[in-house]
């Protein structure tokens, strides 16, 4: 009955940050976790599972960061985290430490899950760097003193699991018993607590029945659907649910390259392919491309470990291409609009890889701003909270403090993150600030007919 509460409880996705007067209520088992990784997903994991009623310990080798963390501060941009981790801080479910070593062993408690959630950053050709995993496996493997399960959270090229079995089977001399287990994160950035919570399935693939009733058990408090399956299979779905989405993201972005040729909406076209429920209608918004630290490199290290295993899996290769076209779709529309650039001034809108984030990596606006200094134009741009970090990667452009002193004197604008903030704006305004009211919208997020109306020179993806 408990379970029942808790799963309608959960059905309420702003309830989230409640969830912990219906634990305390579900006769749930709550395990000792440790979370290896506090980036986006090991920490939003580890947030989340203390959430649930688990006892976590997060590690990060990185010092100042758990010192950060230890001081109550949340180190990345994600909304409902900071205050989820204040809670669960103060509840005692979850503590920050600097080493494995005491990471499985904190407080007198053993941690049997140890879940991996370091980086696996991309490699100059494509495939994903997996130091850091083998690293964590043999660091635990060599601490552990009883049954342990090593859960994979990153996101790992097929077989990773079984690179990690070899690695704990040559330090795991005394023969502590343990199981390898993947179970993929699934969750967006922006939207990360609640997907966490909130889950379309939980994907554990497991090596033993008994490393599957752990894990069930860990996540039997969130409803979504449980698919157990292997661990090889697991690992799959990551890849192919994430270069999936991307093609889906491709698909619709080279349809609009052919609205725009014969004078059809993109918008209506990507409405009624949606509604067709084979289709669905998430994932077909078109824009100047895709970014971010997952799809890129994912799709990158999922062709490349198909090649590997020798399959061409050409499809993906060409999704990729069609992203790279999208931004310089962008760069030629600019172009097209304003006939010379040199000395103009361009204004961007936008520039974390997605609303909701302050992540720039692989952020499309990075080669928008490329683009357009090899023309010499003066650029100035805002963000309303990537800023900080776009400073660390953008050079030779102004940051100005909000939407309309970058538009100010500008010959063009363009919308590169559709940040439900610029929805907002007085665009009457903005247009009278400009020295020419030209308006590349790269993310369709206003009306074309009153940005006409308005005076606007505009311009959008797919659209008449
Ligand atoms: C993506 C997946 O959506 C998550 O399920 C996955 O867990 C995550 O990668 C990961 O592997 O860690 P994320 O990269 O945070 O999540 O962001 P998305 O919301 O998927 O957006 C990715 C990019 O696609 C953004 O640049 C966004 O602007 C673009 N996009 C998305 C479009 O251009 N059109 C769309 O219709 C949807």
Redesign the pocket.
């Known amino acids: 009955m408990g379970r029942n509460r808790l799963l309608s409880a959960c059905q309420e996705t702003d309830k989230v940050l409640n969830f912990e007067n219906f634990i305390l209520e579900f006769d749930m088992k709550s395990h000792n976790i440790c979370v290896v990784g506090t980036g986006y ?1 090991g920490l939003v994991t580890g947030t989340c599972l203390a959430e649930i009623g688990h006892r976590v310990v997060c590690v990060d080798s990185n010092k100042s960061k758990i010192r950060y963390l230890n001081a109550g501060k949340c180190p990345i941009y994600e909304p409902g985290l900071p205050e989820l981790l204040k809670k669960n801080r103060k509840a005692g479910r979850i503590a920050f430490v600097d080493s494995i070593k005491d990471g499985i062993q904190h407080k007198g408690r053993r941690a049997q899950v140890v879940f991996i959630a370091v980086g696996t950053p991309p490699r100059p050709d494509g495939s994903a760097d997996l130091s850091a995993i083998e690293a964590v496996a043999a660091d635990v493997a060599k601490r552990m003193t009883d049954y342990t399960i090593f859960v994979d959270k990153s ?1 790992v090229p097929v077989e990773t699991g079984e690179w990690v079995k070899k690695t704990i089977e040559r330090i795991n001399k005394r023969g502590v018993p343990y199981d390898i287990a993947s179970n993929p ?6 939207s990360a607590v609640k997907d966490f919570m909130n889950p379309d399935r939980v994907v554990l693939g497991v090596s033993s029945k008994r490393a599957e009733k752990v894990l069930r058990e860990i996540y039997a408090p969130l409803k979504g659907p449980i698919l157990a399956t292997d661990v090889k299979s697991a690992e799959l779905i990551k890849h192919a649910s ?1 270069s999936f ?1 991307a093609t889906k ?1 491709s698909f619709i972005n080279a349809v609009s390259r052919l609205c725009e040729k014969v004078g059809a909406d993109v918008t209506d076209v990507a409405k009624g392919m949606g509604l067709d429920k084979r289709i669905g209608p ?4 078109p ?1 100047i ?4 630290f ?2 890129p490199k ?1 799709l990158e290290a999922f062709y490349w470990i198909c090649n590997k295993k020798g399959y061409d899996f050409k499809l993906l290769q060409e999704v990729q291409a069609i992203n790279k076209d999208q931004k310089q779709w962008a760069l030629e529309q600019v172009s097209e609009l304003l006939w010379n650039l040199g000395g103009k001034k361009i204004a961007l809108w936008g520039l974390a ?2 609303p909701n984030t302050d992540d720039m990596r692989f952020a499309p606006s990075l080669d928008i701003v490329e683009g357009l200094k090899e023309h010499k134009v003066k650029i100035a741009a805002h963000d309303p909270v990537s800023m900080d970090n776009a400073k660390k990667v953008l050079k030779g452009l102004t940051f100005a403090k909000d939407p309309y002193a970058a538009a100010k004197g500008a010959d063009c604008l363009i919308l590169v993150t559709e940040w439900p903030q610029y929805k907002d704006l007085d665009l009457e305004k903005v247009r009278k600030s400009m020295r020419t009211p030209v308006f590349l919208d790269g993310r369709n997020l206003y009306d074309p007919a009153k940005m006409r109306k308005l005076g606007f020179d505009y311009r959008s993806v797919g659209r008449p």
């Not at 491309?289 to 971010?292: A, D, V």
């Open positions: 997903v996101t994160e699934f969750l967006a950035e922006g994430n989405l993201i998430s994932f077909l918004r824009g491309g895709f970014g971010g997952c799809f994912d890889f997605k």
